[in-house]
């Protein structure tokens, strides 16, 4: 199998979102995450981001049956984020703006948040994230790691690192 990303840009009406992906359980592929937020562009379009598995040799059959659909694919790559860091950070993430915590992150070009689950007691209590990060190698994940403590110093936020062995 083959890990790639594509960000795909499609007419905003119902269902075009399961006939893009539709095409890629024909190929025998697996989708590992999809990124669809409703901002429609002012030509009605909007754009979803995949990162998926395809059997080697299955790439070229699957961008066809994309664009048969008529789904416009706007990048294609092999996934260059492969290696995976896990931690928890409990604090007043949602009054410290999570959003910014995570674009500290997915704007250093190196690293990205590739899962985020947050559990929240209590409006007034501390939350608990589960954030998971994807980096191309060792020096780049310690990057990004660096970032999330110098974050969570700011941010009076506790990070308690790491909860497996990064791969």
Do not use: C, W
Not at 46 to 69: F, K
Not at 98 to 103: E, Q, S, W
Not at 154 to 164: C, R
């Amino acid at each position: 199998m083959v890990q790639i990303a594509m960000k795909l840009e499609m007419t905003d009406r119902p269902g075009q979102l399961v006939a893009a992906l539709q095409p890629i359980s024909v190929v025998g592929g697996n989708i590992i995450a999809v990124i669809h937020q409703r901002d429609t562009s002012e030509k009605g379009t909007l754009s979803v981001q995949i990162v998926l598995e395809v059997p080697e040799g299955r790439v070229d059959d699957l961008v066809r049956a994309i664009r048969d659909q008529g789904v416009n694919i706007l990048m294609l790559g092999e996934e260059r984020l492969q290696y995976r860091q896990s931690v928890i950070i409990i604090g007043h993430l949602l009054h410290t703006d999570l959003g910014d915590t995570v674009d500290r992150i997915d704007s250093t070009g190196f690293a990205e948040v590739a899962e985020l689950n947050v559990v929240m007691p209590a409006i007034a209590e501390r939350s608990t994230a589960l954030i998971t990060l994807k980096s191309g190698n060792q020096e780049d994940m310690e990057r990004a790691l660096s970032i999330l403590r110098d974050v969570g110093r700011e941010k009076h936020l506790q990070i308690i690192e790491p909860l497996e062995e990064a791969a």
